[in-house]
């Protein structure tokens, strides 16, 4: 069927309005990634660069070579391995708990659950929370108040409950309990929506600093994140400042801070590609009943 004009005119609008926006939007992130490779000299002659003639890597060997960004990365990605495997682990075997009928007290478990998508403590019942389990100044600050989702676990419950029963009766039969059960059988099945709410989880750790800034009082101990706040906010702050590079030459504390950010940025953005196929499929895994 051929298109008519409108639908061609529709279909060409459309294109160029999304392009704009695509723009737009990758914008800020050439911009930051440009300048983070900008020679400094020509950065502070300029001010504003798009097109260098001249690329460096000095920003990048001087964060590299600070003892607190070097600390910062490690901290962060603790956070986004321990925090999220953590997660999943609290996940998986609470929603597959809720999914099996036959547990006492379902029902209240669920409206407790429920009750935590609706209802937040508040940063001060929280703050006081944290330091009586006496988690000031700990990573695991970062990790337990935070370590699940009710939301998650819901949608995992859904999941769960599609589930046939003849699989779990018919390993219960061979002599698989509850946990073999859930091991060999419910996990294997369920890597899709593992995947898709573990980069939900391990984005989260990876960007926090909003607790880390409540929590954290030890600069050694400050996630990626937080570190990078500092940096933004308060140009006096460690690694904020110029470096002297020799013959009077400074580096612009801008091209320091945009090598931070497409540090901190580029892992995440690395990893979802990897998991694109799981996550397309498990996102909604849980939220529908056929």
Known sequence: MKPSWGDRAFTTANVGVLSVIGLITLFPLYYVFVVSFTEPQEYIDKGFVLFPTAWSLLAYKYIFSTSAFVDAIGVSAFL?????????????????????????????????????TLFQAGIIP???????????????????????????????????????????????IDGANEIGVWVRIILPL??????????????????????AMLYINDYHKWPLQMLLRNMIVDSSTSMGGSMALGND??????????????VATVPILMVYPFLQKHFAKGAMMGSIKE
């Open 249 to 262: 030459l400074q580096l612009p504390s801008e091209t320091i801070k945009m090598a931070a950010v497409v």
């Open 80 to 116: 986004a391995i321990v925090g999220t495997m953590l997660s999943l682990l609290i996940t998986s075997s609470f929603a597959y708990t809720l999914s099996r009928k036959r547990l006492k007290g379902r029902r209240v478990l669920l409206l407790l659950v429920l009750l935590t």
């Open 190 to 211: 369920s890597i899709p929506s593992m995947v898709a709410f573990g980069l939900f989880y391990a984005v989260g750790y990876w960007n926090t600093f909003f607790n």
């Open 126 to 172: 929280d703050y006081l929370l944290v330091k009586e389990l006496g988690l000031i100044d700990s990573i695991w600050a970062l990790i337990i108040p935070v370590m699940s989702s009710g939301w998650f676990i819901l949608l995992m419950k859904g999941f769960y409950d599609g589930i046939p029963n003849a699989l779990q009766e018919a390993a219960t």
